[in-house]
Nanobody, 125 residues
């Protein structure tokens, strides 16, 4: 059973940075991917980024491209999301999720079968 635990959220001023971590235990797929998502109050869950397990290929949504960076540490079973140049509109609960079957595509939430509990990111103006 896959378990995902996020950490690293917090309160930051606009223009600041945070690094989110997602520790994945029990995730043994060689061809799946780990994705990061966010959900703001009253809005649908949005795919932000993902990284493929096999070759490290990545995806970023247009809203974060150039500001966020996803990376992985295989030895630690951890995927990171570096958030830079944060804006108030980045405020949301951030979740990581695992897709055990497919490599990183466009981070569609419905394709992910295991989810973490989320970590709050709040960006003040």
């Amino acid at each position: 059973q896959v378990q995902l635990v996020e950490s690293g959220g917090g309160l930051v001023q606009a223009g600041g940075s945070l690094r989110l971590s997602c520790v994945a235990s029990g995730f043994t797929s060689a061809h799946g991917n780990i994705g990061w998502f966010r959900q703001a109050p009253g809005k649908e869950r949005e795919g932000v980024s993902c990284i493929s397990i096999y070759d490290g290929s990545t995806y970023y949504s247009d809203s974060v491209k150039g500001r966020f960076a996803i990376s992985r540490d295989k030895a630690k079973n951890t995927v990171y999301l570096q958030l830079n140049s944060l804006k108030p509109e980045d405020t949301a609960v951030y979740y990581c999720a695992a897709d055990s079957e497919w490599p990183c595509g466009t981070a569609v939430p419905a394709t992910y079968d295991s989810w973490g509990q989320g970590t709050q990111v709040t960006v003040s103006s």
